[in-house]
């Protein structure tokens, strides 16, 4: 029997992304407004879902399960460092490793959707994904950027707590990524400003290809059945 989406048939499973996609489009919709005193612990969560959910979607039966796991709950364990104890160090490792971890579950959710060869539901929900995970992953890199050399942006909310940073950017990195460029929020610095316009870049060239797989593999698809009935 042939492998439908041509993965590897040795105890491999297609991973879905329902769950990850329901997770990610909460939490990009409540972490900007989430400023009041206690918030951060909530979009915390939020995010642990997302990991979570990142885990359950993609770390398949595989070679890569195992240390991908491991990677997850490290992920995890350095968020919660940064947010029980703070200091510039810990907050700046907790950025760091989830810039890592959103950028290798991006890969690997762009290399699944393109070994695929039919147009699902669930392949495009995890196109979906994609594209949000490059707009957390930009987020906690402009975090890094932030803390690193203060004043990098401005227009940041006054009055947020220093957990809070990632959660403010995460705001102006999906308005960055989607060009709409609002300019509330805007970089500032010798750095930011560059970082900022690649993710727009990123943003708009990964709709384009995306896109074009996508219509390519439903028009393949579509011509393959209209062979098979003649």
Not at 119 to 146: C, P, S
Request: aromatic content about 10%; glycine content about 8%.
């Amino acid at each position: 029997m042939s492998n439908r989406y041509n993965l590897p048939s040795s105890g491999t499973k297609s991973p879905h992304f329902g769950v990850l996609l329901a997770v990610l489009c909460i939490l990009i919709v409540v972490a900007p407004v989430a400023t009041a005193t206690g918030s951060a612990i909530l979009v915390e969560a939020l995010l642990d879902l997302v990991l979570v959910a990142g885990a359950y979607s993609v770390a398949w039966r595989g070679v890569q399960r195992w240390p991908f796991l491991a990677f997850t709950a490290l992920t995890l364990l350095a968020r919660w460092c940064a947010l029980l104890f703070g200091g510039f160090e810990l907050e700046l490792a907790s950025a760091a490793i989830t810039v890592l971890w959103t950028t290798l579950v991006m890969i690997i959710v762009v290399g699944e959707l393109f070994r695929r060869q039919q147009v699902t539901t669930n392949t495009i929900m995890g196109a979906i994904v994609a594209y949000l995970l490059i707009a957390i992953a930009f987020a906690y890199l402009y975090e890094i950027l932030e803390r690193s050399q203060p004043g990098s942006f401005s227009g940041i909310l006054e009055g947020i707590s220093s957990d809070q940073l990632g959660d403010a950017l995460i705001y102006f990195s999906l308005v960055t990524l989607t060009t709409m460029g609002y300019g509330d929020i805007a970089p500032v610095s010798s750095l930011a400003r560059p970082v900022a316009a690649l993710e727009g870049a990123v943003g708009t060239l990964y709709l384009a290809v995306m896109i074009a797989r996508l219509v390519a593999l439903h028009v393949t698809s579509g011509t393959n059945r209209g062979g098979k009935r003649k």
